[in-house]
């Protein structure tokens, strides 16, 4: 399972012959040139493309985990006219494909003037529009006992303290899973950066790697392996460090739905 | 008394405005992103536009042109059909083997779930298709492995048509961490107390896997079988990267979404493009349909 994945990372410290002609996983001697070479070596740092990045993906984590969780509070636990047909559509959306949506979009970015920049990639994610989050964090939220809510509300809480001070506090694991799926998600997004961002100092890691791929060709193998292994280190770490909060997720979100 | 509780009522706005604010960016989202969109990509699919002149209506040119004469949506169609009938299939077996093997009790389990799910969550970045790509080039590790091991002069997979889609399978059933996860937590919810009786009973472990495991898993694989199948529809980044964005060689990689993909933005013929999404989403809900149907004669509910 996982050699090709340890392949990749023993060949960016080959020698470039060794990486043919060897399926060995541990090089003869150890070379780390690479990494300098794929990280200054292009016309834009590789630097460049691991901040934009990140940008993106901690402003797509705040804007999904803030605006899911409004919307699944007011799912879970408001009473308003309308709300199991609006409900119902919500959960309509996670069935659409975004090819659908994703030319109209792409017209109103470009008509607003904001393709070119990372605005189309960012501004969706404080708008609710990953229905998969809002069920996921309104089935927690119906976990929670509804005693505590009334309770406060009978204090004379305003619901929006309630959902500060009640709500957040006791959903921290399903805001996490979110935000872990969320930043994971946006990190590897490819199709997104594709479409709107045409500025190579404006590429993400993905971008940046791929342009890396067509410009040095398979001329530097190890240093394209180099850069393909940073780019996966993030993804990795949070692997490393939320796995059963990642494992938990996946398998009650596969369940309950 | 009757006069105070009058007074104390909420009105009909306070008590629905709550609810409307916390909704509020959820709504610009759904009727700025996704509702209005969606409207406006139907219309589109009935029209020719370039994005430099205004959209002309040329009404079911687009759709009879798909039906009828494109070849590239043919091919498209079929290797993204052959695509999903091999790897869905394939990819959620393996998943069931090592959810089965994991789930009997072996000691780091922990670790052995790790290794099966971390390729799964690598999924659909640029640097996984970029390792594929390496690894079954010419001189890639899997050439010299049938080099060394069998003897095999093995051919150049990726630049080869009749080999260039398998590897993209292969790259799919790589990656069944988490139908497996889903498949474990199903495996735990069946109660242990049938096991125990049909231990009792003297079944053979075959007879309990056909007669309790699998007719009691039905509901996880009908789920893991809908979602992967959608996902797989709208697989896009490994054959974008592994045919730096061709589908070549000779369209044997051109999934669907790729093809879209280069009528909207590489030609910018936005209308066909449009057209293209609805019958994706069409050929989907029959599909996802399909299942539901199906459903009824073999996923087994409790009640």
């Known amino acids: 399972m996982l050699y090709p994945l340890l392949w990749m990372l023993s060949g960016s410290v080959k020698d470039q012959n060794e990486i043919f002609g060897s399926a060995s996983l541990i090089p003869s001697q150890f070379d780390f ?28 984590v705040i804007g999904n985990v803030v605006s899911c969780s409004l919307a699944a509070y007011a799912f879970a636990r408001l009473n308003f006219w309308g709300k199991n047909f609006w409900f119902a559509l919500m959960l309509g959306t996670l069935m659409l494909p975004y090819h659908v949506t994703l030319i109209p979009q792409y017209i109103l970015f470009l008509k607003l003037g904001w393709v070119k920049t990372m605005l189309p990639l960012v501004v969706p994610k404080f708008l609710a529009v990953d229905a998969f989050f809002i069920f996921l964090m309104v089935q927690f939220f119906r976990g929670i006992p509804r005693e505590l809510d009334e309770a406060a509300m009978m204090d004379g809480c305003s619901p929006w303290r309630i959902y500060w001070r009640i ?13 872990i799926f969320s930043f994971i998600w946006t990190w590897d997004d490819f199709f997104g950066p594709l479409i709107y961002l045409s500025d190579i100092n404006t590429y993400t890691v993905q971008l940046g790697l791929r342009s890396f791929v067509d410009s040095t060709g398979s001329s530097d193998w190890s240093s394209l392996f180099a850069m393909s292994s940073i780019s996966l280190i993030p993804v ?5 460090f939320f796995q059963r909060l990642l494992i938990d997720g996946i398998a009650t979100a596969g369940l309950k739905r | 008394m009757r006069v105070e509780t009058y007074q104390k009522a909420p009105s009909a706005f306070a008590r629905n405005a709550p609810g409307y604010l916390f909704l509020l960016p959820w709504f610009i989202g759904f009727f700025g992103l996704t509702l209005g969109p969606a409207i406006v990509s139907l219309y589109l699919s009935f029209t020719d536009y370039n994005l430099l002149q205004a959209p002309h209506l040329v009404g079911l040119d687009n759709y009879a042109r798909i039906a009828t004469g494109d070849d590239k949506f043919i091919s498209s169609m079929k290797v993204t059909l052959f695509y999903v009938v ?42 996984i298709a970029v390792l594929w790509r390496q690894i079954f080039d010419g001189d890639g590790v899997v050439n010299t492995l049938l080099w060394y091991v069998l003897g095999i002069n093995g051919p150049s997979w990726i630049s080869n048509p009749n080999y260039s889609l398998y590897t993209l399978i292969i790259l799919a059933i790589w990656q069944f961490g988490s139908p497996m996860i889903i498949f474990l937590a199903g495996l735990r919810q069946i109660p242990t107390d049938l096991y125990e009786a049909a231990s009792l009973d003297g079944a053979s472990k075959a007879r309990i896997f056909f007669k309790i495991t699998l007719p009691l898993l039905t509901p996880v694989i009908f789920f893991n079988a809908v979602v ?8 896009f980044t490994p054959a974008y990267v592994i045919s730096s964005g061709t589908g070549g060689p000779i369209d044997s990689t051109l999934f669907y979404t790729l093809y879209l993909y280069q009528e909207a933005f590489g030609y910018f013929r936005m209308g066909y493009a449009a057209a293209l999404a609805w019958v994706l989403v069409i050929i989907i809900a029959v599909f996802t349909a399909f299942s539901f149907l199906s459903a009824r004669y073999w996923v087994h509910y409790d009640d």
Do not use: E, H
């Open chain 1, 33 to 60: 040139s690479a990494y300098a070479r794929g990280w200054f070596g292009g016309q834009v740092n590789f630097g460049s493309f691991v901040w934009n990045s990140v940008v993106i993906a901690v402003l797509s």
């Open chain 1, 167 to 179: 709500m957040m506090p006791l959903s921290l694991p399903v805001l996490a899973t979110a935000a």
């Open chain 1, 236 to 240: 990795f770490l949070i692997f490393l």
């Open chain 2, 86 to 127: 091999c790897s869905v299939p394939l990819k959620l077996a393996f998943a069931l083997m090592v959810a089965l093997l994991l789930n009997r009790g072996i000691r780091g389990l922990p670790i052995y779930r790790a290794i099966f799910y971390l390729p799964s969550l690598l999924g659909s970045s640029v640097a």
């Open chain 2, 228 to 235: 992967q199948t959608i996902d797989a529809f709208k697989a």
